[in-house]
């Protein structure tokens, strides 16, 4: 069994050209997907968040994680939308802390936030609020997330080139191909 971070440069090298950029940004993105996928192999659920902008690959996201050709069991990937609708009604603190109370009670096993979008975005203070949280933040480094820019003329295909990559570690992790270990 090789160890993840191995792997994960073979699999950037296999997809080509097309992956390079990834390349340098492994070591950032390795502890990251590691300890999310830690997460999800310990039972717990996957809540995805959006900004308004990348709506789209959220859907796209909860959309092809459980596609019929995948032959690994379902995965608990699921929109915050699903649980509230009226997300973009959250104001305050008090707002987000009765939120997390409900996902608290409706997730025994416990959940980690992947939020993809802008730091500014109020639905951010949900997964800043966990340092747990998997999160794809764009135009603001911050500690405990992956880096991308919205300015980059390629963001769109890069947010899908991630979701390959998270989607085939899942695939090596389930099928213990890789070890998470010491990651």
Not at 66 to 85: A, D, E, Y
Not at 131 to 154: A, I, K, P
Request: hydrophobic share 40%; charged share 25%; proline share 2%.
């Amino acid at each position: 069994m090789q160890r993840f971070l191995k792997w994960t440069l073979k699999t950037i090298r296999k997809d080509g050209s097309m992956m390079s950029w990834m390349e340098e940004k492994r070591f950032e993105w390795v502890p990251l997907a590691s300890s999310m996928l830690q997460k999800l192999l310990a039972g717990q659920s996957i809540i995805v968040i959006t900004d308004d902008d990348r709506d789209w690959f959220g859907e796209y996201i909860l959309k092809t994680v459980n596609l019929g050709n995948k032959n690994r069991p379902l995965l608990p990937f699921v929109s915050i939308k699903t649980f509230f609708p009226n997300i973009h009604q959250l104001k305050n603190k008090e707002d987000i802390e009765l939120l997390e109370d409900m996902l608290s009670q409706s997730f025994l096993n416990g959940y980690t936030f992947f939020y993809i979008g802008k730091s500014n975005d109020i639905k951010m203070q949900l997964a800043k609020r966990n340092d747990e949280s998997f999160s794809w933040v764009l135009d603001e480094h911050l500690q405990n997330s992956f880096y991308l820019s919205s300015g980059d003329d390629l963001l769109d295909i890069k947010l899908i080139q991630l979701f390959r990559l998270l989607d085939k570690s899942i695939d090596a992790v389930l099928f213990a191909e890789v070890s998470l270990e010491d990651e």
